[in-house]
């Protein structure tokens, strides 16, 4: 009779699940039942781009399989359109042939393209940027590979995932709706050159929180045509802060808006929160824009708008920046400044920064006292603003 009871209650709870309580995700590919090798010898980049196939074509949500172990991937694009929703489930790690040559001049490594509905959890993803860090420290090298690029994807929800070593950015999005990233982890030596963590472009509806960058360049920038992209929580350092630009690279570019960063800490970065621009004409804006409850600890710039931005003396062009700045805000930012110069407002002459508003903030020099200049920026202050020497 409790048997039977218990059969029952087992079947019951059988038809629930399969209604309820299962993931979406109903097939399971495993990439390596296509015949990828859990070793780092083994190329396994066809059977990865057949369970992508097979995942892609699915009637019905699919997950991919990573299982543990170490797989080498070359080169690859995963393209939509697809059926249905994608989950990539990645227990090991994958990682980047060591010769920096392989990626050729396509300037990725994994590309994920003209997609709708992906998923990607956990993972450790090994860029091997290091021969490539070395090629181009010596100079004469092809473009890097970007570890990991979305383009032309929406709905994409990125988490748990950890990128090491990229050989240029570790994430980059363009032309993308919707897309959010979690609990990464994305970490690179701070003298490997332009290793971003996350370079967004041309893009909307953007979340990064609760992760951990550390790279030797920006921990994330958004660049030209970017719209509502929140960030939060995040532990920059080392590495260049979490910025805005560079803007007005050429004379029509697409502005960036509707940005808020919020709740994280700047580790030794060179740059705590910075709005950049080149100095010369261009119709581009920077607008609606909140940098709020941000711990500075030994950072050289902590605040920082510049539009006098450039990269050696050879190439500037030493005009008045035509980016507009509207509507920034920073609130709640404390810490210490690695340099004298804890604020820094270099505005264009031809086009002030407007309404730009401090309000609470205390940001000391270890070695002496701090200073804030401004110059053509229209700025209001409220509560306590430390150092307040130009405002
Ligand atoms: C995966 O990568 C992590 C971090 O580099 C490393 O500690 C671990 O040993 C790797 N695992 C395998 C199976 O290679
Ligand atoms: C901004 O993005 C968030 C999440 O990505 C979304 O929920 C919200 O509706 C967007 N806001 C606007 C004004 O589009
Ligand atoms: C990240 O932000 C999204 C949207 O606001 C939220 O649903 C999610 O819980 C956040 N993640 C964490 C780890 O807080
Ligand atoms: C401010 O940010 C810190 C993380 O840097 C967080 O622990 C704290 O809860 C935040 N404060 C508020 C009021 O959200
Ligand atoms: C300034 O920007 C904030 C944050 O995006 C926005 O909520 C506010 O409406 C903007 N103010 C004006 C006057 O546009
Ligand atoms: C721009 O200014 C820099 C620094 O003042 C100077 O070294 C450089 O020669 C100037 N470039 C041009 C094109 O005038």
Known sequence: MTYCTDNFILLFLTILSVFFITPNYVSSINV???GAKPNDKFDSTIPFQKAWFSACK????????????????KQVTFKGPCTNNINFQIDGNITAPLDSSSHGNSGSWIMFRELDGLSIQ?????????????????????????????????????????SLNSEAAHITVDHCKDIMFQHLEINAPETSPNTDGIDVIFSSDVIVNHSTISTGDDCIALIQGTNNVSIDHITCGPGHGIGIGSLGT?????????????????????????????????????????????????VQNPIIIDQNYCTGSNNCPNKSSGVKISNVSFEQIKGTSATPQAIQLDCSDTNPCQDIKLHDIHLIYTKGSATSTCKNANVITSGVVIPKSCL
Do not use: H
């Open 32 to 34: 390596v039942s296509y």
């Open 250 to 298: 050429s004379n029509d570019e697409a502005g960036v808006e509707n940005v808020r960063v919020m709740n994280s800490i700047f580790k030794g970065t060179q740059n705590g929160v910075r709005i950049k621009s080149w100095a010369q004409p261009s119709n581009e804006y920077a607008r609606d824009i909140v940098f709020k409850n941000l711990t500075m600890d030994n």
């Open 58 to 73: 699915s009637k019905d949500p699919a997950t991919i399989y990573v299982p543990k172990g170490s797989f080498l991937l």
């Open 122 to 162: 956990g993972g450790t993803l090994n860029g091997n940027g290091d021969n490539y860090w070395s090629c181009k420290k010596a100079g004469n090298c092809p473009a890097g590979a970007r570890s990991i690029s979305f383009s032309s994807c929406k709905n994409v929800k990125v988490s748990g995932l950890t």
